[in-house]
């Protein structure tokens, strides 16, 4: 069962060596190497062995001794204790079939078996997740493949979670839930959130912004025009030297949003300017823009 798998994300660099294909299960394989003592007993603790010496197959992203060494220790013991926590911790670190570098390193993001995806980024020729960097790559298993990570990965929280937490989108906030799309935002999703902060809001004319917070049915509309199905990260929005390009993308509302990439590098959405990219959700990505977007 996928909900009861293991630990993170993809990468590797393909230079890295690999072992051959053998008869022994993830569980077997970490167990035997040394290097991820921590890692197996918390997946005993958590109740997921079963799960990773079953069939699968299992991409599974571990990290090393060392790499729970940099946790502190009141939070793994924490996080021992409460085990669904732990295995909420756990299960961000599997991804659903067997994904080799040469497959981890083409991806931007990689949805784990705990629901949340993993971003991507390959950088002087390391493959990094979450930030956490791939140390050893294709460990193979019977059931699976395993990539040694030198980083504890933890899962982020859902898009209304991220906006709260950021402190800027107060208003936007008040407003999803005011609209009931609040567990929208909060379920799996993903999505893009092309996010007015808090001053953005400020600039609309306080008549028009009271009128449309009275009105749900306009809210809904609005707000949905903000939101892109899927993750498009900034990455996404191809640049061309020296010109402006020009992206449509179809919003949950219906409608389409125009997205340029100015030829200095500027983003802009319809008229609103992207000030920040990027901002990663469990479920999604957010953009902060500087205007809210009406849609016609």
């Known amino acids: 069962m996928l909900t009861e798998a293991l630990l993170v994300a993809a ?10 294909v053998q008869d022994k299960d993830i569980v077997e394989v970490l167990s035997e190497s040394g290097q991820f003592k921590t890692l197996v007993k918390v997946v005993q603790d958590a109740g997921l062995a079963d799960t990773l010496k079953a069939k699968g197959p299992y991409t599974v992203f571990a990290p090393t001794d060392e790499a729970f060494a940099k946790v502190p220790k009141d939070q793994l013991e924490t996080l021992v204790q409460d085990k669904e926590a732990l295995r909420k911790v756990l299960t961000y670190h ?16 990689i949805e784990t078996v ?26 193979q298993a019977s059931n699976g493949t395993i990539h040694a990570i030198n980083a504890v990965l933890m899962p982020r929280k859902d898009i209304v979670e991220t906006a709260v937490g950021a402190g800027q989108f107060g208003t936007l906030v008040g407003a999803i839930k005011e609209a009931g799309l609040a567990d929208t935002l909060m379920g799996k999703g993903p999505f893009t959130v092309f996010a007015p902060n808090d001053a953005a809001f400020q600039a609309v004319p306080k008549e028009q912004l009271d009128a449309l917070v009275k009105d749900k049915a306009a809210l809904k509309k609005v707000l949905a025009y903000h939101v892109v199905p899927g993750s498009v990260l900034s990455s996404d929005i191809k640049g061309e030297n020296g010109k402006d390009t020009t992206t449509k993308v179809k919003t949950v509302q219906g409608a389409e949003l125009t997205i340029t990439r100015k030829a200095d590098g500027t983003v802009m959405v319809n008229g609103a300017r992207v000030i920040q990219a990027d901002v ?13 977007l009406m849609p016609q």
Do not use: C, F, W, Y
């Not at 990468?11 to 051959?20: D, K, Q, R």
């Open 11 to 20: 990468g590797a660099v393909a230079a890295l060596p690999s072992t051959p």
């Open 94 to 109: 599997v991804a659903a079939g067997s994904l080799d570098a040469k497959s981890v390193s083409g991806m931007k993001m």
């Open 114 to 139: 705990q629901g949340a995806s993993v971003r991507v980024m390959t950088e002087a020729g390391s493959v990094k997740l979450d930030g956490a960097t791939v140390v050893k790559a294709d460990i």
């Open 280 to 292: 990663l959700a469990g479920n999604g990505v957010i953009h902060v823009i500087n205007s809210v």
